[in-house]
Nanobody, 132 residues
Framework: QVQLVESGGGSVQTGGSLRLSCQANKVSGQTYRTYAMGWFRQYPGLAREGIATIDRDDSIWYAESVKGRFTISRDHAKNTLTLEMDRLKPEDTAMYYC???????????????????????WGQGTRVTVSS
């Protein structure tokens, strides 16, 4: 069981930066290290999409839309997942979610459009607004 709590959303102007954090609490049954984790965003009326993922072996994937601007990282000691977002654009305005899944081979489910039932645990979401 994992409880994910996101923080760090807010409003910035174009070109600004934000840092999102995802704290994994109540990790039981498996160690935090064994979870694939990712960041996802959702525009109104559309499906959630993976934008940055980090697998159990710490391999990283980024969507083309954020590559070079966003950086995902995790701290195994603190059970935290971070997304550093730089050079933000108005099209980055969305709800952002973190998710985790400890089942082997689930990383591929974090790429592209993702249904909530595809992954085991989700945070509550945090809103990011980028104004022009």
């Amino acid at each position: 069981q994992v409880q994910l709590v996101e923080s760090g959303g807010g409003s910035v102007q174009t070109g600004g930066s934000l840092r999102l954090s995802c704290q994994a609490n109540k990790v039981s049954g498996q160690t935090y290290r064994t979870y694939a984790m990712g960041w996802f965003r959702q525009y109104p009326g559309l499906a959630r999409e993976g934008i940055a993922t980090i697998d159990r072996d710490d391999s990283i994937w980024y969507a083309e839309s954020v590559k070079g601007r966003f950086t995902i990282s995790r701290d195994h000691a603190k059970n935290t997942l971070t997304l550093e977002m730089d050079r933000l654009k108005p099209e980055d305005t969305a709800m952002y979610y973190c998710a985790a899944d400890g089942r082997p081979g689930r990383w591929y489910k974090m790429v592209g459009e993702v249904a909530p039932e595809d992954l085991a645990y989700w945070g509550q979401g945090t809103r990011v607004t980028v104004s022009s």
